[in-house]
């Protein structure tokens, strides 16, 4: 079992594994383009990151606030004992709440701070015009669809794809666009790297996965509360994240290996479109 848009943690590479999969690559001059306006583009990101440890501290300091109000509820204590533990508890798990509040603030106003900055959207005008150069390069299809997918990194265990995230993630896929579109009997799918054809006899399925995912962007020129998106229940945390009930895992066979691709739910009907198969719901 391989990942199109997954990496094996374990792979000295480190690159997707669908890079092998790839028939018809970009111009040199448009990647390389693409690869510095994406070079700057992730350092101007980087500045509204903040460090491992004040993430391990938020989430400590959450953690604590809730095991304290969630045993100070349920003590089944009488009231002396109950004023008692309150002196020292009650204090405890306020600042522990104060904490992980000010903390999570100071997170998102940096993240905030950083993408409204003027160095920031410079670097990301830059970088969407050399993603149109490198489309271009390719000459792809006018009737080529933009579509989320899901990009991760995975261990493998046996016949099963396990997702993993290093280090402190809030979220462990990373959805971004790439294109895809029809060629006769063939599903191509287009990003940045090349394209990659996938025969429709060599689908196997489109199932539905019924789990709850974490997604860092929201890629739509529509809002997520709007036509045609609000019936995939899709909503936003304190965070900034975007969550959804489910997703689509998308298998085909090639080149004699299975092959996993991975998208948000509220791609599928683009996918079911080009296909010409039904997600099954089980």
């Given at each position: 079992?391989?990942?199109?848009?997954?990496?094996?943690?374990?792979?000295?590479?480190?690159?997707?594994?669908?890079?092998?999969?790839?028939?018809?690559?970009?111009?040199?001059?448009?990647?390389?383009?693409?690869t510095?306006?994406?070079?700057?583009?992730?350092?101007?990101?980087?500045?509204?990151?903040?460090?491992?440890?004040?993430?391990?501290?938020q989430y400590f300091a959450y953690l604590i606030s809730v095991f304290l109000f969630y045993n100070l509820l349920h003590a089944g204590l009488s009231s002396p004992e109950l004023y008692?533990?309150?002196?020292?508890?009650?204090?405890?798990?306020?600042?522990?709440?104060?904490?992980?509040?000010?903390?999570?603030?100071i997170t998102w106003r940096k993240k905030k701070t950083a993408k409204e900055s003027e160095a920031y959207l410079m670097a990301a005008r830059e970088?969407?015009?050399?993603?149109?150069?490198?489309?271009?390069?390719?000459?792809?299809?006018?009737?080529?669809?933009?579509?989320?997918?899901?990009?991760?990194g995975y261990k493998a265990k046996k016949d099963k794809l396990v997702p993993y995230a290093k280090g402190v993630s809030m979220y462990v896929y990373d959805n971004k666009v790439v294109r895809v579109y029809r060629q006769a009997d063939t599903l191509c799918i287009a990003d940045k790297e090349g394209v990659i054809p996938v025969s429709l006899q060599e689908i196997s399925s489109i199932k539905t996965i019924k789990r709850t995912v974490a997604l860092p962007h929201w890629n739509k020129t529509v809002s997520?509360?709007?036509?045609?998106?609000?019936?995939?229940?899709?909503?936003?945390?304190?965070?900034?994240?975007?969550?959804?009930?489910?997703?689509?895992?998308?298998?085909?066979?090639?080149?004699?290996?299975?092959?996993?691709l991975l998208f948000p739910n509220y791609e599928l009907p683009i996918m079911e479109k080009l296909t010409g198969m039904r997600a099954d719901q089980k």
């Open positions: 079992m391989k990942a199109v848009f997954g990496t094996n943690i374990k792979s000295p590479e480190s690159k997707p594994d669908g890079l092998a999969l790839i028939t018809r690559r970009p111009g040199e001059a448009a990647y390389s383009q693409y510095k306006a994406a070079q700057q583009l992730e350092a101007e990101r980087s500045k509204g990151r903040v460090s491992p440890w004040m993430l391990y501290l008692d533990r309150l002196r020292f508890l009650f204090p405890l798990a306020i600042v522990c709440s104060i904490a992980a509040i000010m903390l999570s603030v970088t969407q015009g050399a993603i149109r150069q490198v489309y271009a390069s390719m000459e792809l299809p006018q009737n080529a669809v933009p579509m989320d997918v899901f990009y991760y997520f509360q709007l036509d045609p998106y609000k019936q995939f229940r899709i909503s936003q945390n304190s965070y900034g994240f975007y969550s959804i009930p489910r997703y689509q895992r998308m298998t085909f066979l090639k080149n004699g290996e299975t092959w996993e």
